[in-house]
């Protein structure tokens, strides 16, 4: 059982340039999340999605985009890489209210 | 946006201490849960609280969820190096669909 998978590990983009963050789950997990996570801090919500085809803002949705066409994938799309992104992202699923949210490994990503 | 603030942001103690983290917020959560981070891997569920005035054990360390659900505190007993993190705490909005963290606590156990 894979879990969450985040692909790619490691990205570094120049100004302006666009990407996306691919994640994956094979939990038939209901609920998805995108965070980014600074040097020593939380983790900030970027955007979750409660199913297929539902996708909402969380709280620093700005610069970035999502979509959810099936359960299992949650990709996150930068449009014009800025160096304020430059950050870890994690992406979480949780299979319902409650429980527990299972974490990818995570991408970091350098903007320069 | 709730926001969930986290205190001490920064806590470095010896072996053998207590210690006590704080999870504030002036909304109301359906459950509240924490979790520990390890460099370069994604947080681990420690546990999860739903009920307002619940208390937890797992071992050493102690959670509780304030009687309003505003709030919720995590206490280590007799501190290890293994205890050593990011200790994070996250809360769920009324209608259970969106998963907050807060800023996050960095814990060092000295040996």
């Known amino acids: 059982n894979a879990g969450v998978t985040q692909t790619p590990k490691f990205r570094i983009l120049k100004i302006g340039q666009s990407m996306t963050l691919q994640c994956t789950q094979d939990m038939n997990h209901n609920y998805m999340y995108w965070y980014r996570q600074d040097p020593g801090m939380g983790l900030k919500l970027i955007y979750y999605s409660v199913g297929a085809g539902i996708t909402d803002k969380g709280e620093v949705p700005n610069g970035y985009n999502v979509s959810r066409s099936t359960t299992e994938d949650f990709p996150l799309r930068l449009e014009l890489a800025a160096p304020s992104q430059t950050s870890v992202y994690f992406c979480?699923?949780?299979?319902?209210?409650?429980?527990?949210?299972?974490f990818g490994q995570g991408t970091r990503l350098t903007v320069v | 946006t709730q926001l969930l603030e986290q205190s001490p942001q920064f806590l470095s103690i010896q072996e053998g201490e207590n210690l006590t983290v704080y999870c504030n917020s002036s909304s109301v959560f359906s459950s509240l849960q924490w979790y520990r981070q390890e460099p370069g891997e994604g947080p681990v569920l420690l546990v999860t609280?739903?009920?307002?005035?619940e208390v937890k054990k797992l071992k050493r360390l102690t959670f509780q969820f304030g009687d309003a659900r505003k709030d919720s505190s995590l206490h280590i007993t007799a501190a290890q190096p293994g205890d050593t993190g990011l200790y994070l705490c996250?809360?769920?909005?009324?209608?259970?669909?969106?998963?907050?963290f807060g800023g996050g606590t960095r814990l060092m156990v000295k040996p």
């Open positions: 609280v739903v009920t307002g005035g």
């Open positions: 979480a699923s949780q299979e319902g209210q409650n429980t527990e949210a299972f």
């Open positions: 996250a809360g769920s909005n009324n209608a259970g669909n969106m998963l907050t």
